[in-house]
T-cell receptor, first 116, second 112 residues
């Protein structure tokens, strides 16, 4: 099956710094990528949808100036958490969809962000 | 996207069959039903998808009644490694840009 990778898998940063998370589709071209955030014992919460070459669409309540998303190529999307605070500590998961059907959405392994 | 309702948690002993039911009363004509599995600190993994009646693969079976307002994921002879959260999602097969929206899921605990 299709593979989506994320890097890094874990990151610890100091409050006020920025962190970049990469999401790559390894063996297919992803026209659309999605970013989710998951707090402990909770479900995945959609943050934004990004299409290659265009601006991301953010869900209500997600600050687009704080969570910068770039989808510059068909295989790479990045999420940058700017001026991170401890409340941004979470598990960030990306998913990628190719040109196939609804269920052909593949998830990355996630990135654990801890802001100290 | 149609809203889904699932039990918050379930417990089962190893070797038993587990059935998790999901309600989706507002399912639309073009909507498919998809189930995902998520282990702690991992991304969700696709299990099975169906439109109506019954679908079976090497991992699970999915039963969908004629009115499609609910569906049941059946896991045969569960093992400890099946302990995970299971999510039921409903959406349009042809909506390429529509994201998957996750409900609360069902936390399955398999006991030895």
């Amino acid at each position: 099956g299709a593979v989506v990778s994320q890097h890094p898998s874990r990151v610890i940063c100091k409050s006020g710094t920025s962190v970049k998370i990469e999401c790559r589709s390894l063996d297919f071209q992803a026209t659309t990528m999605f970013w989710y955030r998951q707090f402990p014992k909770q479900s995945l919460m959609l943050m934004a949808t990004s299409n290659e070459g265009s601006k991301a669409t953010y869900e209500q309540g997600v600050e687009k100036d704080k969570f910068l998303i770039n989808h510059a190529s068909l295989t790479l999307s990045t999420l940058t958490v700017t001026s991170a605070h401890p409340e941004d500590s979470s598990f960030y998961i990306c998913s990628a969809r190719g040109t196939g059907s609804f269920h052909e959405q593949y998830f990355g392994p996630g990135t654990r962000l801890t802001v100290t | 996207l149609a809203k889904t309702t699932q039990p918050i948690s379930m417990d089962s002993y190893e070797g038993q069959e587990v059935n998790i039911t999901c309600s989706h009363n507002n399912i639309a004509t073009n909507d498919y039903i998809t189930w995902y599995q998520q282990f702690p600190s991992q991304g969700p993994r696709f299990i099975i998808q169906g439109y109506k009646t019954k679908v079976t693969n090497e991992v699970a079976s999915l039963f969908i009644p004629a009115d499609r307002k609910s569906s049941t994921l059946s896991l045969p002879r569960v093992s400890l490694s099946d302990t995970a959260v299971y999510y039921c999602l409903v959406g349009d097969e042809n909506s390429g840009n529509t994201p998957l929206v996750f409900g609360k899921g069902t936390r399955l605990s398999v006991i030895a």
